[in-house]
Nanobody, 135 residues
């Protein structure tokens, strides 16, 4: 079982910045690939960014490339096999169209460089955090 706890959403003016955090914890013998998705009112959930367990591979939606950066801190207790993975989404030059509920997602992987942009690949989801960008 993996638990995801998000934080960092809020209201910001266009051109501003926000940093979202998502802490993933749980017992696993491997690690997690992580992703961020967002959903605007009346719209389907869409991919924003993803990162492999190794942290070496990232992927971004075209709409956020050059403005958003995904990063992570990984830690694993080799005695208990408890793994903690915190993923961040630094969002700069925000636009009103970035408004929505942002969700963190995780999937247990055994390949350190595996990364996914499709929501159906992810098994665990956070509760979501609201990001509102005013014009």
């Amino acid at each position: 079982q993996v638990q995801l706890v998000e934080s960092g959403g809020g209201l910001v003016q266009a051109g501003g910045s926000l940093r979202l955090s998502c802490a993933a914890s749980g017992r696993t013998f491997s690690g997690y690939a992580m992703g961020w998705f967002r959903q605007a009112p009346g719209e389907e959930r869409e991919f924003v960014a993803a990162m492999s367990w190794s942290g070496e591979i990232t992927d971004y939606a075209d709409s956020v490339k050059g403005r958003f950066t995904i990063s992570s801190d990984n830690a694993k207790n080799t005695v208990t096999d408890d793994a903690k993975n915190t993923v961040y989404l630094q969002m700069n030059s925000l636009k009103p169209e970035d408004t929505g509920v942002y969700y963190c997602a995780a999937v247990v992987v055994f390949e350190p460089n595996r990364v996914y942009s499709s929501s159906y690949r992810y098994d665990y989801w956070g509760q979501g955090t609201q990001v509102t960008v005013s014009s």
